[in-house]
Structure formats: C-alpha cells, structure tokens
C-alpha cells in the first residue's frame, strides 16, 4: 500500500532536500535501500556511469562506492548540494561529478560514453516527451552492450489494480500540488518504451500492485 502513494510523497520531500533521503526510506519501509543495492550490483570497478535525476546522491554513491567513475545529474541544485556534501563525508568525491543539468541536455554527452546509465524514482518526473528523449539518448550515449539500470513508478496494466492505485492517489494528488505545485504520473508501458529504442531486457521485477518496476536492459546496437 505505502508504495502506491510513493511517488507523491516523494514530490513533497524533494520540496524540502534535507528531510528526502529520510522520508523515502520510511515510506518504501527500507525497500528502496535493497532495490537499489540490487541495482547496483551490475556495476563493475573503473566503468563510467551516468546517474540520470541523481538527487542526493542514492545511486550515484552507491556506484562510487563499487569503484565506478559516476557523473550525476539533476535539476534540483539543493539536492545535488547534499550528494555533493555526502560524497565528501564517505571521501568518494575523487569517483563523482555532479552538474546542475536537466535530461534536455543529454544531447550533448558523447556517443559510446558511458558502460551503464541507471536513473531511480525520476523517469516519473519527466513528460512523456522528455522521457522519449531521454530513451534515445541513453541509448546513443551508453556503449555497445552496455546497461541501463532503472527503478520506478509505472502505471499497471491490469486495470482492477490501476482504478485502486489512482483511487488511493487521486486526494495525494492534490495535497501535492497545493504543496509542491508538482503534477504527478507513474511511467506508461516502460519496459515496451525501452524494447522499442532497442534495449534488451535482462531483468523485470514489479511489486503486487504493478506499480513499481525494476528494470535492468542492455544496449545491443553494434560497434
Ligand atoms: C524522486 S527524486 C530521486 C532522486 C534519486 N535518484 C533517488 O533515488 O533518491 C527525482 C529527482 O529527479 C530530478 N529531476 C526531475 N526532473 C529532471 C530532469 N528533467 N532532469 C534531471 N533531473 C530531473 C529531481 O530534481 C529529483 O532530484
């Protein structure tokens, strides 16, 4: 139940940085810390790795700490401001960059760049457009063969769980807009947007209420 309304909750706490990291680990009761341990561990030392939406820094550090070579990019400035400080403390700055950058920029990161591109709760952030984009860049950016790592809210397609997920969201909903000014929407039909671009996927995982997926796809384009 509490990872229906996630989302929202999430769009509130990254409203006031400081308290995020906090407030989604009791909202996901700690899951979100396994989920992306699991992630994770399809990163390999000295690869080159894009977190895309890093926020304060979940993904980022925990691939630093694999010994990866991060850069992490994110539009909240006061959530980088905390990966950064973060970064400092367990001394993994030396394995991260972190640049105040939207996914609309993404066009001008090099071909063949990064082995793994991984991106946690921000896809459900992004318009169907800038999600689009981002898919086909992540594609030309990442090298042949190489993963993208992703954890998300989705829109289930079983429609019984999809009237109860929105039935539960719909009054979260507007709390978070007076609140954060924010609209909200779960990612449609991800895993078929990531086979179109030509990814293969290697690995799905979704909860009960096919609300919350894990995904793990590899670029097969040819060198
Ligand atoms: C819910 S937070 C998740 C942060 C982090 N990945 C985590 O799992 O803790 C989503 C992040 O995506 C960022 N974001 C939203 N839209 C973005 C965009 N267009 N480009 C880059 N980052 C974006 C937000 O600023 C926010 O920090």
């Given at each position: 139940m509490l990872e229906i309304s996630t989302y929202i909750w999430m769009k509130i706490l990254e409203s006031t940085p400081s308290r995020y990291d906090k407030g989604i680990r009791i909202l996901t009761l700690g899951k979100i810390d396994k989920i992306y341990d699991h992630l994770t561990s399809y990163i390999k030392e000295g690869q080159k790795v894009l977190d895309i939406g890093c926020g304060t820094g979940a993904l980022t550090l925990?691939?630093?700490?694999?010994?990866?070579?991060?850069?992490?990019?994110?539009?909240?400035?006061?959530?980088?401001?905390?990966?950064q400080k973060r970064a400092r403390e367990r001394k993994l700055s030396q394995?991260?960059?972190l640049h105040e950058m939207g996914v609309a920029e993404l066009g001008n990161?090099?071909?063949?760049?990064?082995?793994?591109i991984m991106s946690g709760l921000c896809f459900s952030e992004l318009t169907e457009d800038e999600l689009i984009y981002t898919l086909k860049e992540a594609r030309r950016i990442l090298k042949p063969y190489g993963l993208i790592l992703i954890a998300d809210e989705v829109i289930s397609k079983n429609i019984p769980k999809r009237f109860f997920t929105w039935l539960i969201r719909i009054p979260?909903?507007?709390?978070?807009?007076?609140?954060?000014?924010?609209?909200?929407?779960?990612?449609k039909k991800l895993s078929e947007k990531l086979e179109e671009m030509g990814f293969v996927l290697e690995y799905i995982k979704t909860n009960k209420m096919e609300d919350f997926i894990e995904l793990v796809g590899r670029n097969l384009k040819k060198e």
């Open positions: 925990r691939a630093a700490q694999r010994g990866a070579e991060v850069k992490g990019i994110d539009v909240n400035p006061q959530m980088l401001e905390i990966a394995k991260i960059e990161e090099k071909t063949n760049a990064y082995d793994v979260l909903i507007v709390i978070t807009y007076i609140i954060t000014q924010a609209t909200t929407r779960g990612v």
